[in-house]
C-alpha cells in the first residue's frame, strides 16, 4: 500500500487572501505545510494540487512535485480526487490517500502516523481533532466536531449554535485519510445545502452516511486561517 501525500492549494480564500503564500519564518505558509509532511519521511508521494500558475511558481522554487489541477474544483477534496484522477493507472484502490490542507503547517510525523494507523483498520474516512478552548466556541473559523462513544463524528459546524448541549466537542484538524477507492466514490456524490451553507465539504459524506472516524490528538496546532493566526505564530 502506496501513502499519498496532497495538499491543494488556491489563492481565492474567503478569510485569507492568498494564503498558501503568505510568509512567515521566511517561507511561505505553503513551504511550511510541504516540509512539514515530507519531513515525516512517511510518504510515498507528495504533490502540491493548484490550478494557479503563482502558486506553481512558488512551489517549483522549493522543488515540490506539482499537479495543476481544474479551475472548476470547488475544495481540497475535489482537487484530490482531480489528482488522483491524473495518476489513475500509478494508484490503485487500497493506497492511501492523505489530504493535508494547506493551512495546517504544524502537523507532524506522530499525527501523520496517528492518521495512517487509524485507516489500517476497516476504516471509511479519518481525520484528526484536538481539544477545544471555550473561547474558540464563537470562533467561526475554528471548525467544531461533535463524536460519539466510538470516536466517530456526529457532525461539523462552525457555529456552537448548532449543537447539543450535551454534546462533546472538539476542534477539528484540517486532514483527511481515504483509500482511493473511497475518494472516487466521494466523486459521485452532490453537494448539499448545510455544505455550501458552513463551507464544510465533509458534511456531504455525512449526509450520504459514509463514516468519518476521528482520531483525538493532544495538541493545541494553530491553523493559519486570518492574519491574527499569523500573529500567534510570531509571537511563539
Known sequence: MKIIGIIPARLQSKRLVNK??????????????????????????????????????????????IIITSEKNKNGTERCIDVIKQLHKNINNHDL???????????RKKHFKAIIKLMNSNVQIATLVSPI??????????????????????TFSRFHSKFNTKDILYKHIGIYAYKKKTLLELAKLKEVQIEIDESLEQLRWLKNNYIIHCKTITEDLIS??????????LKK
Open 224 to 233: 493559519i486561517n486570518t492574519i491574527d493566526d499569523v500573529k500567534k505564530v
Open 97 to 107: 490517500v492523505i489530504n493535508i490542507q494547506c493551512d495546517e503547517p504544524f502537523l
Open 133 to 154: 478552548k471555550k473561547l474558540e466556541f464563537n470562533d467561526t473559523n475554528v471548525v467544531k466536531v461533535s463524536v460519539n462513544k466510538d470516536s466517530m463524528a456526529n
Open 20 to 65: 498558501p503564500l503568505l510568509e512567515f519564518n521566511n517561507k511561505t505558509l505553503l513551504e511550511h505545510t510541504y516540509e512539514a509532511v515530507k519531513k515525516s519521511s512517511l510518504f510515498d508521494q507528495i504533490y502540491i494540487a493548484t490550478d494557479s500558475k503563482l502558486i506553481q511558481d512558488t512551489a517549483n522554487n522549493f522543488n515540490a512535485e
